[in-house]
DNA sequence: TTCGGCCTCCTCCCCAGGTAGGAGGCAGCG
DNA sequence: CGCTGCCTCCTACCTGGGGAGGAGGCCGAA
């Protein structure tokens, strides 16, 4: 089964130099290409490719607002964003968007070929100095103390405070601990109870203040 | 300039495969062997390793904890971390730990190999299935790095935020400002548009994250 | 003057989230 | 043994919040 690509780039070198790049592997084809994010999300619409490698900075519409559109229309679609400069933002308002991926134009080839097989096997992958540095970003931490109402929350509760206070809806937070919804709306009830909040905003506001949040945060459980 | 490497893990196979599977590299040299988590400590100081590839679980003291007390003797060190499931909760603990990366024993051996090159070289890595949950998680959460369209933000829009990042509800904020709550709802809507957010909880995580949330700090009555 | 951005307010509609109340299973403890 | 705390799940109900869409007034820039 070939990978479909679909190359978004303003730039008609990058894209030739990716058909070129691409051209010499079997499994994979450029099915299309695109000079701006309004015809990207067109294209995409119309090829369905298996990957989209898409630039930041294009005319018309900028490559992260045709990500968010392309993966609103097609929550499955894929896309490995391609930038030349590896500044920061982008990356984070990328992985937002739904991207897939994050690579530099100037990695080397069989990197670019190896995130575009990645990607297209539904893996996410950063290229290595972007990694390190949203490992730096997720790692920094402070801490202070919690009040001693949070103490008398259970192990379970203050799992649950803090996927609240990561953003997770009751349902997300099912799926991430596989129970429930029902059993989620029972726990947040408790919590808020316990600490005499009203809503879940009042306890994100507060497991933000305790730092209870960047203390604990926690990797989905598959 | 050859890689020198330190394989820390409790299995003797695992740490026999390694030395199989590098021993066909010529850039690479295993240097010792360690098979629990003092022990790694101990020939990390001694022989001074390019790179340290480290099991979670070994007897005596866990691959976490040594991963911290090797950075804290010598914060330039790098620690590939190793493990055998990826619902591994440990990933980010390791990446607080100080870890460069994160890796699957059952990554193909390509994949292991360049994990290492790459850890040698500088950079960070996780492989793609980590990745990919690492990701999952950063998306679903607004993260800091202050995205750029906070400053297209208006003055009022910023205004409502910010009370909204202490936990009020439309109804409070309306009063606060004497203004209609419909109003404030337009508002919220614009700034959830805006900054691409799902609902007002995340608008809260973010601006808490961003350190928008200062001076106003008016925790939810307790 | 016209145009566009901002602030204000409205209606209609739907759903996620919170409340109330009950219930079964299981483990630890006196 | 029975009691208690915790986790799990359920139904039924109501409301706050968010989406969509429209609208009027004010002000500064072109």
Redesign the interface.
């Known amino acids: 089964m070939t990978i479909r690509v679909l190359v978004a780039d303003d730039q008609s070198m990058v894209r030739a130099g990716f058909r070129m790049l691409l051209s010499g592997e079997p499994d994979i084809d450029v099915v299309a290409e695109a000079s701006n994010g309004l015809e990207a999300i067109d294209k995409a619409a119309r090829f369905d490719p298996t990957v989209v490698l898409m630039d930041i900075r294009m005319p018309d519409l900028d490559g992260l607002e045709a990500t ?1 559109r392309i993966l609103a229309a097609d929550p499955d679609a894929r896309v490995l964003i391609l930038t030349t400069f590896d500044l ?2 982008y ?3 990328a ?4 991207a ?2 994050f690579v530099l134009k100037d990695d080397p080839p069989e990197q670019l070929l190896a995130a575009i097989r ?1 990607v297209a ?6 290229s ?2 972007i ?2 540095r ?2 730096e ?3 920094r ?1 402070p801490r202070p103390a919690p ?1 001693k ?1 949070l103490e008398e929350l259970t192990g379970r509760e203050r799992e649950i405070l803090r996927l ?6 009751n349902a ?1 937070i099912a799926e991430e601990l596989t129970i429930s919804e029902t059993t989620v709306k029972t726990h947040v009830t408790h919590i808020l109870h316990k ?8 306890a ?3 497991a ?2 305790t730092g209870l ?1 960047e203390a604990s ?6």
């Open positions: 968010r920061d933002e990356v984070y308002e992985l937002r968007a739904g897939s991926g990645t096997a539904g893996d996410a992958l950063l290595p100095t990694t390190k949203v490992i970003q997720f790692t931490i009040p109402e609240v206070a990561g953003g997770l809806s997300e600490l005499h909040l009203r809503d879940r905003v009042q994100v506001v507060l933000h203040q949040f945060a926690r990797p989905p459980a598959v």
